[in-house]
C-alpha cells in the first residue's frame, strides 16, 4: 500500500485514483498522520458484505438468546376458569 500526503493526493489525483485501480488501497496522510485509505469499488464492496452477519448467522448466534427469559412451561400461574 502506497502512502501519499494529502497535498499529493489532491494535486495529482489522477494518478492518486490510477495507482489505487491497478495497485489497490492507497492512504493518505494528513499532517504526518494516517488519514483515509482509497479503495476499489470492487474490494469496497467485497468488505462490506463480509462485514455484515447473513440472517442465518444471526439466528443461530447463541449470545442473541442469552437474555431471553423463558419461564419453564406449565409453571406459570393461571387465572381461575370463570364459572357461566
Known amino acids: ?3 501519499w500526503p494529502v497535498q499529493d493526493a489532491k494535486a495529482r489525483f489522477s ?3 490510477q495507482a489505487c485501480l491497478t495497485s489497490g488501497p492507497q492512504l493518505v496522510t494528513k499532517r504526518g498522520m494516517e488519514a483515509a485509505v ?8 467485497q468488505m462490506q458484505a463480509n462485514s455484515q ?6 439466528l443461530l448466534d447463541a449470545s442473541a438468546r442469552d ?4 419461564v419453564p ?3 406459570t ?8
Open 1 to 3: 500500500m502506497d502512502t
Open 15 to 17: 494518478e492518486f485514483l
Open 38 to 45: 482509497l479503495v476499489p469499488v470492487g474490494l469496497w464492496r
Open 53 to 58: 452477519p447473513t440472517l442465518k448467522q444471526v
Open 67 to 70: 437474555d431471553l427469559q423463558l
Open 73 to 75: 412451561r406449565g409453571q
Open 77 to 84: 400461574q393461571r387465572r381461575p376458569a370463570l364459572d357461566l
